[in-house]
T-cell receptor, first 112, second 111 residues
C-alpha cells in the first residue's frame, strides 16, 4: 500500500491570495490525482498530475486557477490561486498503484 | 441522472447489527469496484476491491457485485461504533481509468 502525506492539514486564507498544497507519497505510484470535497459531499476530480508534463484537468477546472506540478513519481503540488470564499473546501491528494487508489488526509481550506 | 447512485443516509443501526450498503450504476463497462470508508476530517480509506461479479469477504466485511443488475453491495457484520463513518463506492472500467464515485452513505452505529 501507499501512504500519502499532505500539508498543510488546514489553513485559513484571505480572499485574493494563493495557497500551495504539497503531497508526498512513500512509494512510487503510477498516477497522482487531486480531488475537491465539499463537506458532506462526494469527491470531485480536479486533475490528474502527470510527471514532468502539464496536468490533465477535468471539465470546470483550469490551470490558471489550479496549477499543478509533479516533478517526480512521489511528489506533487496543487496551488489554489486568487482564492475566493467559494474555494473553501477539502482538497485531497491521491495516488494509484495497480488500480488501487490511496488518499491523503486532505487539506481543509477556509477562505475569508 | 448520476452515473453512480448511492443513498446518502444517514443509516442508523444498533451495535451488533448488520449494516447493508449499496450502489447502483448505469455504465455497464465498469469492471472494478471499490468501497472506501471515510471518517470525519480524514481521507477515504480503501476497504474492499473487487473485479467483475461475485463476492469477496474480508473479516467482518463482504462485498458483492451483480453486474447483470448493475448493483454492488457492502455488508458489515457485527457492527461496532467505530464503524460509524461515511462509506463511498467507486468504480472504473479499466485499470488506469479514473474512478467514478458514489455520493457516499453516512452510517451511525449506536452503542
Amino acid at each position: 500500500s501507499a501512504v500519502i502525506s499532505q500539508k498543510p492539514s488546514r489553513d485559513i486564507c484571505q480572499r485574493g491570495t494563493s495557497l500551495t498544497i504539497q503531497c508526498q507519497v512513500d512509494s512510487q505510484v503510477t498516477m497522482m490525482f487531486w480531488y475537491r470535497q465539499q463537506p458532506g459531499q462526494s469527491l470531485t476530480l480536479i486533475a490528474t498530475a502527470n510527471q514532468g508534463s502539464e496536468a490533465t484537468y477535468e471539465s470546470g477546472f483550469v490551470i490558471d486557477k489550479f496549477p499543478i506540478s509533479r516533478p517526480n513519481l512521489t511528489f506533487s503540488t496543487l496551488t489554489v490561486s486568487n482564492m475566493s470564499p467559494e474555494d473553501s473546501s477539502i482538497y485531497l491528494c491521491s495516488g494509484r498503484d495497480q488500480n488501487i487508489q490511496y488518499f491523503g488526509a486532505g487539506t481543509r481550506l477556509s477562505v475569508l | 441522472q448520476k452515473e453512480v447512485e448511492q443513498d446518502p443516509g444517514p443509516l442508523s443501526v444498533p451495535e451488533g447489527a448488520i449494516v447493508s450498503l449499496n450502489c447502483t450504476y448505469s455504465n455497464s463497462a465498469f469492471q472494478y469496484f471499490m468501497w472506501y470508508r471515510q471518517y470525519s476530517r480524514k481521507g477515504p480509506e480503501l476497504l474492499m476491491y473487487t473485479y467483475s461479479s461475485g463476492n469477496k469477504e474480508d473479516g467482518r466485511f463482504t462485498a458483492q457485485v451483480d453486474k447483470s443488475s448493475k448493483y454492488i453491495s457492502l455488508f458489515i457484520r457485527d457492527s461496532q461504533p467505530s464503524d460509524s463513518a461515511t462509506y463511498l463506492c467507486a468504480m472504473n472500467w479499466a485499470a488506469g481509468n479514473k474512478l467514478t464515485f458514489g455520493g457516499g452513505t453516512r452510517v451511525l452505529v449506536k452503542p
